[in-house]
């Protein structure tokens, strides 16, 4: 056997043994923090698994793709543009597998991002707080046509394996530990992966069931993560027919059900997660019964400012 075989082989091997910490996430009921009759929300509690956040999903479907097809190895970087969570689950899962990752980052992205990404091993290339991941999305894109053949630009805007990594876990993971009584999806959007392939898949499993998706209610908001698309470069990825309703939130209120949920749930949650909270509360107003399930994408842990903004 050849050496380049034996070590694709090494790396098939390697990616079999990281893909149970990949999803398989639990739903949490929100028991105290919101109570209706006729009413259930539920969460799923995103940070348990590689790299901490609900893009372990994404990028291990991007990256076992392209290892697959031949586009990613040892020896060609992972390059792509993240405000963070997507950013550390490649550097994480990249660490896993030894294969090198390359990020184009805004420059004010928190400090804790930026030490993980560093403790990963990740290369990154700062462009700046202005520009937001629109900005990152174009130095991304300059390097890669700079240097072809160094790189693999995942590309997680416009990346199919983005959302079916969704559509292929975490909506069967919903309906599972639902009994299949899921009534309505609700959750931001970013690159849009978590809503469009959850949704696609639930309304194959129940054409009933009702998918509400969140934005921001401002360009200027403090929701990482999320996207205020009027505004921003909506991602190729993103289907604008699939949503029953789309609903606003503010940045407070997603602090004031962050605030909430540690002192009534037990668990420390991050804004954008407190936003899909505030979604799903809204949701759940206008109704007389239901089960709504929302996505928790990370714990507060990698926000320091806010948690000493609002404790
Ligand atoms: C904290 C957080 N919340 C929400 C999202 C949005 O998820 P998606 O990109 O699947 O739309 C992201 C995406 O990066 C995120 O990092």
């Known amino acids: 056997m050849i050496v380049s075989e034996k070590t694709e082989e090494q790396l ?8 149970p910490f990949v999803g398989n996430t639990p739903l949490f009921p929100i028991n105290n923090a919101f109570q209706k009759p006729g009413i259930k929300i539920y969460a799923k509690l995103e940070w348990q698994q590689l790299g901490g956040s609900v ?4 990028a291990f479907n991007i990256m076992k793709n392209a290892i697959i097809n031949g586009q990613l190895n040892k020896e060609r970087h992972l390059l792509d543009a993240s405000s963070g969570n997507t950013a550390i689950a490649y550097a994480a899962i990249g660490a896993a597998l030894g294969i090198p990752v390359t990020i184009c980052l805004p420059e004010n992205a928190s400090e804790e991002r930026k030490i993980l990404l560093r403790a990963h091993g990740a290369h990154i290339v700062y462009t700046s707080k202005f520009g937001s991941t629109d900005e990152a ?3 991304a894109l300059e390097l890669f046509n700079e240097n072809p053949d160094k790189y693999f630009y995942a590309d997680q805007y416009g990346n199919e394996n983005n959302w079916q990594a969704h559509y292929n876990t975490t909506a069967f993971e919903i309906f599972k530990q639902t009994e299949s009584r899921i009534s309505h999806f609700v959750t931001g959007l970013g690159t849009t992966g978590s809503f469009v392939g959850n949704s696609r898949r639930l309304k194959e499993l129940n054409p009933d069931i009702q998918l509400i998706s969140l934005e921001p209610d401002s360009a200027l908001h403090g929701l990482e993560g999320w996207k205020h698309l009027e505004t921003a470069k909506v991602p190729r990825i993103y289907d604008a027919t699939i949503a029953n309703e789309n609903l606003e939130i503010d940045t407070s209120e997603a602090y004031f059900w962050v605030k909430k949920v540690a002192q009534t749930e037990g668990i420390l949650i991050s804004p954008s997660a407190g936003a899909n909270l505030a979604g799903a509360i809204k949701v759940a107003q206008e109704l007389d019964e239901g089960v709504i399930v929302t996505l928790f994408p990370d714990n507060a842990d990698k926000y320091g400012e806010v948690l000493n903004q609002l404790f």
Do not use: G, T
């Not at 893009?55 to 994404?58: G, I, S």
């Open 12 to 19: 098939l091997e390697q990616i079999q043994r990281i893909e």
């Open 55 to 58: 893009k372990a999903r994404p």
């Open 137 to 139: 999305q174009e130095k």
